[in-house]
């Protein structure tokens, strides 16, 4: 436990919960999909379904969609900042069975055309956990730098992958590897040590049979 624990994030809004856990789930949603949201259908569970006018979920999740960080202060007007930004969005009320009380299912289209569906809580203190990526069971965090790796499910794809890190001089601190089927779509999320650059991205990008490569850096710019 550190001070960050105790005390909780420097942040806009009332809850850690409700404004700045859903912030955080907003933009890695936007970091995930790569690319500037132009539809978002927002669906709210538990605690976030009852609250979210109230607490500012629906400002948080909009404003971190936009790119902002727990302590922007332009979180309070980001409902007409995504109108302006042609971002167009809906709430509604989702049923997620035994799922955390602040839970969030984001689809979300690109401007590329992309599409994600990203399956989030906010835990407390402003911590979250995705818990899934178009339907693939996920598990992490964004607490530390980490890889997110869409790709054909095929023998020798975690070995490619782990070569181009240790051709960078990356260390795996934790590896979690899901996929729907025997051949079919998979993901990998690799939580690093160290911080990826574009060339690493790239390098990843080009390998045969990866779909997409999203770098989540856990130091909020």
Same mark, same amino acid.
């Given at each position: 436990m550190d001070l960050f624990d105790i005390i909780g994030p420097v942040?806009?809004?009332?809850?850690?919960?409700?404004?700045?856990?859903?912030?955080?789930i907003g933009k890695i949603t936007r970091m995930l999909l790569g690319s500037r949201p132009v539809s978002a259908r927002i669906g709210l569970y538990g605690s976030f379904q009852k609250t979210y006018l109230g607490h500012g979920t629906d400002k948080a999740l909009i404003g971190g969609l936009l790119g902002m960080n727990v302590d922007d202060s332009?979180?309070?007007?980001?409902?007409?900042?995504?109108?302006?930004?042609?971002?167009?969005?809906? *709430?509604?009320?989702?049923?997620?069975?035994?799922?955390?009380?602040?839970?969030?299912?984001?689809?979300?289209?690109?401007?590329?055309?992309?599409?994600?569906?990203?399956?989030?809580?906010?835990?407390?203190?402003?911590?979250?956990?995705?818990?899934?990526?178009?339907?693939?069971?996920?598990? *992490?965090?964004?607490?530390?730098?980490?890889?997110?790796?869409?790709?054909?499910?095929?023998?020798?794809?975690?070995?490619?992958?782990?070569?181009?890190?240790?051709?960078?001089?990356?260390?795996?601190?934790?590896?979690?590897? *899901?996929?729907?089927?025997?051949?079919?779509?998979a993901m990998i999320a690799l939580e690093l040590d160290g911080s990826a650059d574009t060339e690493l991205i790239a390098r990843l990008s080009a390998l045969q049979g990866v779909y997409h490569v999203a770098y989540l850096a856990a130091k909020e710019e």
């Open positions: 942040m806009v809004g009332p809850s850690s919960s409700h404004t700045a856990g859903a912030a955080r332009r979180l309070r007007d980001s409902l007409r900042l995504a109108a302006e930004a042609k971002l167009e969005y809906s *709430f509604y009320n989702a049923d997620v069975r035994g799922a955390h009380p602040n839970t969030v299912i984001l689809d979300v289209d690109g401007d590329d055309g992309r599409h994600i569906q990203v399956q989030a809580s906010s835990v407390g203190g402003g911590e979250i956990v995705v818990n899934a990526i178009d339907g693939l069971e996920a598990g *992490f965090s964004g607490h530390e730098n980490t890889l997110v790796i869409t790709h054909h499910d095929t023998p020798g794809m975690i070995a490619s992958i782990s070569g181009e890190l240790a051709a960078a001089n990356l260390n795996i601190a934790t590896m979690r590897v *899901f996929r729907r089927s025997v051949g079919g779509d």
